[in-house]
Structure formats: C-alpha cells, structure tokens
C-alpha cells in the first residue's frame, strides 16, 4: 500500500497552523487600567488599536488581581503604568495576560510615542501575545521576559529578552 509521507509530516500542518494565525487579520486588543493615562489611551486607538478601559469594563477601584482576570480571560494585552505587575512573586507570567508597563516619562506625547515602540509586534501578531509576557517599557528601552510558550508545532521554548 502507498502511503502520502507529505500528507503525515507533522511539520507541515504546524506550518498550516502558523500561517492561519496570520490570515486572521486579527487587530492588537487592549485593556488599561486605572494607572494608563487617557492620553495614550487616545494614542492607542489613533493607531488602530482596540482598547477598553477598567472603566467600561466596570471595573474601577477593583484589585490589581481582578484587572489581570479580566484582561486575560478576554484575551487583551493589559497596558499600566503601575510597576507592581512586574513582580514575578506577586503576579507570576503563569496566571497573568500579557503585560506591558510604560514609563511615560514627563508625558508628552513625543514621549509616549517612543515608549509606544515596544509594541510593534504586538501591532504585527496579536495573535501571539495574550499572556505569559512581561515588558517593563521605557521611552529609550524596554526589556521583557517570558514564560515558556507552547509553539504551533507543540513545541515548548523558553524565551526571554
């Protein structure tokens, strides 16, 4: 009996799977807490991001660990300026969404556009970045971290950077 070797390389259909992520044209979708100021919210969706805010979620005045839930059960990439989601002990990458905390400097929007780099690949593959990924985001760098990721292929790696 003649067996189709191409049909059963299971490296093709992880390539498959890799390339429906991309055909999704999914859009980066964010959550910002109480610390995200209204300006770079605003910044945010002039660059074709969806962001809710904690308000519209009703979530105002809540715990940190209410804000984490919400954005990781709805998939969105939570964006704040409070430094205390970078603690690993208290908010570890297992139990959180993606993260990214800025340092906005003074504010300006100069500023908060620089700091805005760090989210190139989350404007280019959304898909990607639903949890376990931590970017601690300043206006002249950032540095992130993250868990291990489970590939398409079913093949785990730890990445950090």
């Known amino acids: 009996m ?51 805010t904690n308000r519209e979620a009703g979530l105002r005045g809540h715990a940190d660990q209410d804000q984490l839930a919400y954005a990781r059960k709805n998939g969105l990439v939570l964006v704040t300026c409070d430094r205390d989601f970078l603690d690993e002990r ?33 404007f280019r593959t959304p898909q990607f970045y639903d949890k376990w ?3 601690d985001a300043k206006r002249d760098c950032w540095t992130g971290s993250s868990a291990t990721l489970l590939h398409a292929s079913g093949a785990a790696s730890n990445v950090a950077t």
């Open 2 to 52: 003649w067996r189709d070797l191409k049909a059963e390389d299971p490296g093709r259909k992880a390539l498959q799977q890799f390339l429906d992520f991309f055909k999704r044209k999914a859009k980066a979708r964010f959550f910002a807490d109480e610390n995200f100021p209204e300006q770079a919210i605003n910044l945010l969706r002039a660059k074709g991001a969806k962001v809710q």
């Open 90 to 122: 208290r908010y570890p990458h297992i139990h959180c969404p993606a993260i990214f905390v800025f340092d906005f400097g003074s504010g300006s929007l100069e500023e908060m556009n620089q700091a805005f780099n760090c989210l190139a690949a989350v």
């Open 133 to 135: 990924c931590k970017v």
